[in-house]
């Protein structure tokens, strides 16, 4: 008798939970975007907003006030980073970069366009961090807007590791040399 009862109030909840998750998109995707559509479309295809996001235009203009963890792999990283960022990796992460780090600090990771980071983010939240955004559009959208990245010596450097040739073509800006 109870798994009658009980089935209802489970889809009850499920509809709502989905019907949250469905807003939370729509709200972030009206507020925050690619400059360029196309790439914005992409972008949120393959993101599920279950980090919350923060804008390249945002994080520029306060930087200092968040952790950067950079999601790529090393050689990703080493070709260019977002000045300042940490190598945290994804497949394996280097989850001691975050033994000084205070459980509420503003963290914002970062991936080539934003889905690495949002799994690591997942997992940072799951461990208690309580103030982890995703960049939405990470590095692409970072050198998309002509924000300055640096190589592995912290020198500014105009190339940026695409990832592989299909992902690389989101790398719009022309001044930036496309890597992969």
């Known amino acids: 008798m109870k798994k009658i009862v009980l089935f209802p109030l489970f889809c009850l909840l499920l509809i709502a939970n ?20 196309q790439f914005d479309e992409v972008v949120n295809s393959y993101i599920n907003y279950s980090v919350p996001v923060i804008s390249v235009n945002e994080l520029s203009e306060n930087i200092g006030d968040y952790i950067l963890l950079d999601t790529r792999k090393e050689k990703e990283y080493q070709l260019s980073h977002i000045p300042g960022a940490l190598h945290m990796g994804y497949k394996k992460p280097n989850m001691t970069i975050l033994d000084s780090i205070d459980y509420n600090q503003p963290i914002v990771v970062y991936c080539s ?6 799994k690591i983010g997942e997992k940072l939240l799951a461990n208690g ?22 190589d592995n010596s912290n020198n500014i450097t105009y190339k940026v590791h695409g990832y592989d040739k299909s992902w690389s073509k989101w ?4 001044k930036y040399e496309r890597e992969y």
């Open 18 to 37: 989905t019907q949250a998750v469905s807003q939370a998109t729509t709200n972030y995707s009206q507020s925050i975007s690619c400059e360029d559509k």
């Open 113 to 118: 366009i934003g889905v690495r980071s949002e």
């Open 129 to 150: 961090y309580t103030n982890v955004k995703n960049l939405y559009g990470s590095i692409f959208e970072w050198t998309n807007q002509g924000n300055t990245v640096v």
């Open 171 to 174: 790398i719009l800006n022309p």
